[in-house]
């Protein structure tokens, strides 16, 4: 019989605090039973939620999340059970796709497993997930539960607030997902985890392989990037950096860690210089390099990029000797919300009903719109609102059989409300000014 939904969470939760709590009592804990928690039916029901919400595509076997909904979820969950209680759980490959690069230049990797896959991953990381999160500093925002990419850049700017001068080494890791050796990863997880099976279960997907084309790869480093319990994975093992760096090179500057995206925060360009050089030794401990390309010193003056936002010292209007770090959306950014923009008002839809493209296009405004409106954002969101007018109006002559854009903004003018189009201007939060001198 089906377990009811909240009745999951509730459970699942308890375990999860009782996990949480036991780790956060002793530091020195290596927790060993384990194993018969990941396949607890709450457990796994959980684990099963996650995934049908977040729904993904199939792996290599072509079983998709409508194909077990249409076969049974209770049988399917029933046989993951039984695989893993006997042990004869094996793992498939992953199925490897290339997406484009936020930054625009060239692709990323991603490695989608198979859903019953994801399921048993989902599982465990319910299960260790509570037991390192009692480790992890609080310089580390990406991917944990209760953190977000706002509380991260908060960091930064009290950080930068606190540095009448400040310089910021603004870094990212080569290959981070690709280049983990594994060794030193399930070293990192033995630390708190002496469960062999649970710790063989983690080494069975690292050893599961990769489709490419017709062929399987087996890496000898990395995770895959797209796998459930891989960003847990990375926070693992970082978290020696994070302690490293609190325990040894504080003094520098403040670190703030998203993943494997991280900028220091320092008061001069001499110490930006002596931060950069210890965490080249730091990653280098962990078998890891900073790409070269994307890491810089950069003053507060002069900008950096993070989490999307750009960031940068400037004066105050009303104050000019007042200054503060202003952010706004990155070029990036920018870029990409065009380029959707552009895709959502293209030819092709035009046997569409404007009004359905509307709404695609305010859904979209209204997310971009949620991340970036806590910042200085008001003039690029009012370069994107005329660059969305441009398109829309473009797109209703084009279904008209019209030229140029005036046909198209006579029917939005007319309308009295521009056609129900969500507007960014006057969406702005308010963020502290963080001001100095």
């Known amino acids: 019989m089906p377990i009811e939904a909240n009745d999951i969470q509730d459970r699942v939760r308890r375990l999860q605090v009782k996990l949480y709590l036991a780790a956060e009592r002793s530091k020195n804990r290596r927790f060993h039973a384990l194993y018969d928690r990941v396949y607890r039916r709450d457990v796994l029901e959980r684990a099963w939620r996650e995934v049908e919400k977040n729904h993904g595509a199939a792996g290599v076997d072509g079983v998709s999340i409508e194909a077990i909904r249409e076969q049974g979820v209770e049988a399917f969950l029933d046989q993951l059970a039984d695989e893993l209680r006997e042990g004869c759980y094996r793992p498939l490959p992953v199925r490897r796709v290339s997406i484009p690069k936020s930054s625009g230049t060239g692709t990323r990797n991603l490695g989608i497993p198979a859903v019953r896959d994801r399921v048993v991953a989902a599982a465990v990381k319910v299960v260790i997930e509570p037991i390192f999160e009692a480790d992890f500093l609080g310089c580390s925002f990406g991917f944990r539960p209760k953190r977000s990419t706002h509380q991260a850049l908060d960091r930064i ?122 965490l080249v030794g730091l990653l280098a401990e962990l078998g890891l390099r900073v790409a070269e390309a994307k890491t810089r010193l950069v003053d507060g003056g002069q900008g950096f990029d993070f989490l999307g936002f750009h960031h940068r010292k400037v004066r105050s209007f009303r104050n000019p000797s007042v200054l503060f770090l202003a952010s706004w959306p990155g070029h990036a950014a920018m870029q990409r919300a065009r380029e959707r923009v552009r895709g959502l008002c293209a030819r092709r839809n035009c046997l569409r009903p404007v009004m359905d493209v509307i709404t695609d296009v305010n859904r979209f405004l209204r997310g971009w719109g949620g991340y970036f409106r806590r910042g200085n954002s008001t003039r690029h969101f009012h370069r994107l609102d005329l660059y969305v007018g441009r398109r829309l109006a473009r797109f209703i002559s084009k279904k008209h059989d019209r030229s140029g854009l005036g046909f198209g903004y006579r029917a939005m003018g007319a309308s009295g409300n521009d056609l129900g189009l969500y507007h960014l201007v006057g969406t702005v939060g308010a963020v502290a000014a963080h001001a100095g001198r």
């Not at 063989?200 to 995770?223: D, F, K, N």
């Open 157 to 278: 700017r009290g950080g930068i607030r606190a540095e009448a001068s400040a310089w910021v080494v603004d870094a990212d890791i080569q290959s981070f997902f690709d280049e983990i050796p594994r060794g030193k990863l399930v070293e990192a997880l033995r630390e708190r985890i002496s469960d062999r099976r649970v710790i063989g279960l983690i080494q069975s997907w690292l050893r599961a392989g990769v489709l490419v084309g017709g062929s399987v790869l087996h890496p000898e480093t990395g995770t895959p990037q797209g796998g459930v319990v891989s960003p847990l994975l990375a926070n693992v093992y970082l978290n020696q950096l994070d302690r490293a760096w609190e325990e040894r090179y504080r003094r520098l500057g403040e670190l703030t860690r998203y993943c494997d995206d991280l900028v220091i925060v320092c008061g001069t360009r001499a110490d930006a210089e002596a931060a950069l050089q210890a």
